[in-house]
């Protein structure tokens, strides 16, 4: 039944694409393979009518793009979001009859997108981390540090983590999905993100803060780009908490993920004046006035496939 309805929800993205991009010869945007866009930690497809990547896939479609958003759990590990991923890129495969896909992750979509990589590179052209937790989070860390294994106060959390994404669930159509807040935490620390790397290692610097392989010897692609300014507009509300978030880091970071942990492959850019949301154009599209448009930095990134051949 999930993957008749990953099916189903495909073919309608599939449709609003075609729609937005038909008559077009050869778009901007328009990959070799079709794109799927993964989200992150407490993380939807769409929910009550708005998109996680907000406006990215119509800004990717008209121009010739044809992107398909995974709806995959809000919370849990790295390795079950995998498995989830990796049966709806299945799906639109099966759908498309294309041969691989472009993976483009978000904060925890970007280990999520990896593991997919790693275990079925076959069906997979590129994976593009975007604020990427590929050497862990200093705020998971924190969380982990402050709250002990087993106590109360953990229970508490697990409490509220479970209740946020039952609603995120009910309101995105992904209620059946396995939700798992204290694996999701371990998996965004740095030990767990150093114990999956060492399953995982595709694209991961070798370096403190360098490039990783831009090919690695699965054949796929790496890249990753991410902001590394927490607050950034005086209107969006979420700036001030991404701002005492930041506070936690010892570098550079966009409020969740810093600046060296976000590296994976050729890395694009490390320095946009973004922050964690506004990497996925979010609050409403509310971003930095004097940094380049987040849906621009997606399309000039579907352009780079593009002329890549992917």
Known sequence: MKALYSLILCSVVAFNVQAISFGASKGYTETKYPIVLVHGLFGFDTLAGFDYFYGIPQSLGKSGAEVYVAQISATNSSEVRG????AQVENVLALTGAKKVNLIGHSHGAPT??????VAPEMVASVTSVGGVNKGSQVADLVRKTIPEGSTPE?????LANALTTLIGLLSGGSDLPQDGLSSLQALTTEGSLAFNAHYPEGVPTSTCGDGEWQADNGVFYYSWTGISTYTNLLDPIDPALLILGLTFDEPNDGLVGQCSSHLGRVIR?????????EINGLLGIHHLFETDPKTVYRQHANRLQRQGL
Do not use: C, F, G, T
Not at 83 to 86: P, V
Not at 113 to 118: D, F, G, I, K, N
Not at 155 to 159: G, K, L, T
């Open 83 to 86: 498995e989830q991923l990796l």
């Open 113 to 118: 997108a990896r593991y997919v990589a790693s």
């Open 155 to 159: 229970a508490i959390a697990v409490q």
């Open 270 to 278: 490390d320095d946009y004046k973004m922050n964690h949301l506004d």
